[in-house]
């Protein structure tokens, strides 16, 4: 292949999102549409996030993407609506300006790493979609707003949308049947609340059994508890959830926080044939949690989990001693307390932890089941950068 | 102590029975008042029974309860409640006919023996209570039927109620404030279907960690999704039920029974803080049942849990080697399969099982977790018997 005269490129990273009020269910499967509103943290992404280059030229013989060094079918319907409408917004803005050069008529070359392991339950798709689609937006020179965009990454990945912006994010379910008003808006910036913190016990990282999009449409088709979620319970969560947010109501975020995780999880088990995320490591980390708060006197500490067993607990830093430190303490010695943050942490004393007198059983069941730690912390959204992972030829390299 | 001149005897056996549409939730804790209907197959009193004298004597200084050697507080109200109920219908007949004895002023001794073991999941207190009930009745020589009786003993223990009757066994919860139209009635006798079987895998004989009367009473002050089980879920559930029952329509008797199950587990962990009581093996004694149905192309096995680990395998003995078959193949070596049901079942042959891929883990988890099996199956309603706990001098004996 000889060198391109006519290659454009750009590159964003974008963050992972772990929601506090779930994403479980969809009004469509085509157009990704949610049977209810999500919200979500933004995590940091010096711990976690997808680097991805969009290049394209008429050198290129077809469309493509590579993650992670392997090359990944983009025939998919998910993909081919995300490339779909990102041309189209390219092609009305040539069809403006003559000068503009015709991107939307070159195939698209798409190289994307992440520092994390992929479908390990740690929302990989939801930072993949939001870098494929911040990047390509970036190379087209589109003028969307992320809530604009977050329309055409949530056709790729539902909770992608959420990835668009940093901080606290909400994801409005919609009523239309287009999905025009189903997008991501900010609920509020890092900045309002950089002091939370999340730490993530991954205790597999296993690729997981039953995918989210099978097991979500097996709970719509056979739950019978679960329109009651739908209709009732997540619309007065996500209003209550917001105004926690805005207070910095720490208590109150996390009993949402737990008793959405507990909700979402509870409708896995009432779907014929039943799905289970958690498993007896899982348990013990909740019985943990419930160990520090109960220690505290109130909600200093929140568990929840998506589809797989891996455990993120949200607290506030101001109680990084009481609920990190306890955790460094049981499960120093795993991998992942060696950064910045993570080194920082002073592991609770012996005396201190043994007065929480905790179950031993969670203590052996956390031990052998944890695998490693992520410590990390609210983050911002999709941001550029000229590191690219495709050379001035065109070529895929590795950085 | 002489020997009572005035000592009175009567002695019954009671079953234990497995609920297929769950008791979860108390409209009212002082009268054992259920949220919502349920129904349950009474087991084999051959396998699972507890055997009780009710005694009652001048001589005795006090009500007095003996379970299993052990002296028990009685104390407590639900104990009260059935003394007083009991008495107050034996004073009736006292009030009547002069000629009758006055048991009703007399100190009662119950004593009685299970022979399994108390608090581990198999519904001891159902048979505990219905026995109490049915003894003392038979003592007092009351006429009430065991719908009335129900009435009774539903005070005692929400799900003793159904244990007063074989078969298969409903509990309307009524919709009265004194709970007089929340009793038990028989929705078939055991022969009208003689061939449904129950396989218990005892997966754990500890005394279970939150006890039913506490976690059911949670759940109904903190579960968001625990009034749509109550209000839409269970009613439809409890027709259809009928309906399979009388028309022995086992695959909807099934379908029934683990959605059912499912769905009272998932408002466990709906509640707040959360409730398990499936664990690991639990779950693969899910995926055993599911390998099976599958490999049936129908379903033929239907699992159900109580409040704890423990499964009981609901089958039609038409399908005995294809359900309890592949559990002895797997599970050959632990205690239970000595007794004459147990060993008329040939296990499944290893091409067989191994023609079923059943998942390794699976299979392993259900070896390590499982202690011992019962063999059991649909059985009859209490039993009066001779063989009395307390002997002519009023002593507890040992049988």
Known sequence: ?????????????????????????????????????????????????????????????????????????????????????????????????????????????IVSENNFPTAAGLASSAAGFAALVRAIADLYRLPASPTELSRIARQGSGSACRSLFGGFVAWEAGVEEDGRD???????????????????????????????????????ATSALFPMRVKDVVPQRMKRMEKAIHEKDFATFADLTMRDSNSFHACCLDTTPPIFYLNDVSRAAIRAVEGINAKAGKEIAAYTFDAGPNCVVYYDEENEALVAGWFKAVLGSVEGWDGARGGAVAPMGEGELGAMKSDEKVLVALREGVGRVILTGVGEGPISVQEHLVDEKGQPVKL
């Open 182 to 220: 189903s997008l991501a808006y900010e609920v509020a910036p890092a900045s309002h609340w950089p002091s939370m913190r999340a730490l993530i016990l991954v205790v597999s990282a296993e690729k997981k059994g039953v995918s989210s999009t099978t097991g979500m449409q097996a709970t719509v």
């Open 1 to 109: 292949m000889s060198t391109p005269t006519d290659l454009h490129r750009a590159s964003t990273t974008a963050p992972v999102n772990i929601a506090v009020i779930k994403y479980w269910g969809k009004r469509s499967t085509t157009l990704n549409l949610p049977t209810n509103s999500s919200l979500s943290v933004t995590l940091s992404q010096s711990d976690l996030r997808t680097h991805t280059t969009a290049s394209c030229s008429h050198s290129f013989n077809s469309d493509s993407l590579l993650l992670n060094g392997s090359v990944q079918d983009v025939a998919g319907a998910r993909t081919q609506a995300c490339f779909r409408e990102l041309r189209a917004l390219r092609s009305a803005i040539e069809e403006k300006d003559a000068a503009e050069p015709k991107l939307s008529a070159m195939p698209l070359q």
